[in-house]
């Protein structure tokens, strides 16, 4: 049985390893050359924790390799895994070009029959889209069958979730189809779920648009905090214990990024839009997460008016710890708002520093440590929660700033010991600490 995987993003790489550390033999097939090179030579373009070794592993021993052409990708194989990238139009609705374009390649090379399997995120539709344009266009001798495999791993844990997924979903409305893409996940010994194709495709952007609505859902309630003296972490875990609520999502911050929960909500709000449909909670969450990433710049601004010619840190960089991707990160909200303000910006980020350079190039400096980015600084924002950054001495932070100032927008540290190490610490959903301590203009209530 061969298996090719279209598009070795952080979906498509992770699977096809995943699928040859399991013992299938796989084909990786991406237009980025640059990519295919690294990957044929077992190093990974992405930093996800593990991939790497697992890839040296599976290349050695031949079951996994690389191609830029599409020939030798898409003839004599069994089944083909899209994982191509369904980016936000300028309209917020998904767009599609990348999965047709793949689809197109397929129409011209497939030589036999075979299984269409999508793993990219695509609105409720498309799979029989893909279905129809496929039976258009490939000969009538051939048979293919199209199944829908909403993936839902995380950046940073994509091994882990893929050995040990919450649910594998698979959805077809070929019985025979579905049956045979589960068959190939049961080596994984996962729940597997097999639904209609409709259904499949929908249940990935609702589950998302869950999660997104979790994290809006507490960000109001710690915006609330500050207005009540209230402490979010002490309401969250209040909350979070009650089983019905759960505690994951539920951690207060500067608004959700990365590659999938904004684009996937906004591009659920376009569908629903096309079904003339008022899916009104969307709507909300998607603003409260705009106002939510703008928080912090704000509070700055208050705290300290202008912020023209200060020394500011960044400090974490990618949308979340354990992952270089800056897609939608809170950090580069910021940064931008921050350059336009004329601030003099240090940056530290432990792994994104490739993405991060190709977006600000020289105007930003790049540090090598926590240490070296806050040296000099007038003001550090807190903006990924790596254990750097988390686990940071807060006593470091008097000895490298004349006045340590710090806007946490993940809630790193214990008021009581920011009080007693002497920084004007403002947190989200928390009282802040030393406001008022030397510094003018202030708005805000210790
Ligand atoms: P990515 O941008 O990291 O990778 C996409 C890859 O596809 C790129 O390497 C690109 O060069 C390649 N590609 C584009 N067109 C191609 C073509 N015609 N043929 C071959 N390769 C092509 O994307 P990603 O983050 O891996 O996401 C892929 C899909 O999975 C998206 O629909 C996304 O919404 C979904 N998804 C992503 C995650 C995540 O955490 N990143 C999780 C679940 C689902």
């Not at 279209?6 to 096809?16: A, H, I, K, M």
């Not at 209230?230 to 969250?236: F, G, H, K, T």
Request: overall charge negative; glycine content about 8%; aromatic content about 10%.
């Amino acid at each position: 049985m061969e298996i090719t995987v279209v598009g070795t993003g952080y979906v498509g790489l992770v699977t096809g390893v995943c699928f040859a550390e399991i013992g299938y033999s796989v084909t990786c097939f991406d237009i980025d050359e640059s990519k295919i090179a690294a990957l044929s030579e077992g190093r990974c373009p992405i930093y996800e924790p593990g991939l790497e070794e697992m890839l040296k592993r599976n290349l050695k021993e031949g079951r996994i390799r690389f191609t830029f052409d599409a020939k030798l990708a898409y003839k004599n194989k069994d089944y083909l895994f899209i994982a191509v990238g369904t980016p936000e139009n300028e309209d917020g609705s998904a767009n599609l070009e990348y999965l047709e374009a793949a689809v197109d390649q397929i129409g011209l090379n497939l030589n036999r029959d075979a299984v269409i399997v999508i793993k990219s995120t695509v609105p409720v539709g498309t799979n029989e889209g893909v279905y129809k344009k496929l039976q258009e266009n490939i000969p009538d001798k051939i048979q293919v069958k199209v199944v829908s495999n909403p993936e839902f791993l995380r950046e940073g844990s994509g091994i882990l979730d893929t050995f040990h997924a919450d649910r594998i979903v698979v959805g077809s409305d070929d019985h025979e189809a579905g049956r045979a893409v589960a068959d190939l996940y049961k080596p994984f010994e996962r729940p597997i779920l097999q639904t209609d194709i409709r259904s499949a495709e929908l249940i990935k952007y609702a589950s998302n648009a869950f999660l997104a609505t979790k994290i809006s859902f507490i960000n109001e309630v710690a915006n609330l905090c500050e207005h009540t003296g209230a402490n979010i972490e002490d309401v969250a875990k209040g909350m979070g214990m009650d089983e019905r609520i759960g505690s994951q999502f539920l951690k207060a911050g500067i608004g959700y990024g990365g590659s999938c929960f904004p684009k996937d909500t906004k591009a659920l709000e376009k569908l629903t839009d096309y079904y003339n449909y008022d899916f009104k909670i969307l709507r909300s969450v998607i603003e409260v997460n705009s106002r939510q990433k703008q928080q912090l710049f704000y509070k700055a601004c208050e705290l300290l008016g202008n912020l023209q010619g200060k020394r500011v840190a960044v400090l974490g960089l990618a949308f979340k710890p354990h992952t270089d991707d800056i897609r939608e990160a809170p950090a580069v909200e910021l940064i931008v708002r921050l350059l336009e303000a004329q601030a003099d910006i240090s940056v530290y980020d432990p792994v994104a520093y490739g993405n991060v350079a190709d977006l600000f190039g020289s105007r930003l400096y790049y540090a090598e440590t926590v240490d070296g980015a806050i040296k000099g600084a007038d003001v550090v924002f807190i903006m990924t929660e790596w254990p750097q950054i988390a686990q940071y001495d807060l006593e470091r932070f008097p000895l490298f700033m004349r006045e340590p100032v710090i806007f946490d927008g993940r809630n790193c540290y214990d008021l009581a010991e920011a009080k007693s190490a002497g920084l004007t610490y403002v947190s989200v959903g928390r009282k802040a600490v030393n406001v008022n301590r030397n510094l003018e203009n202030s708005g805000l209530q210790s």
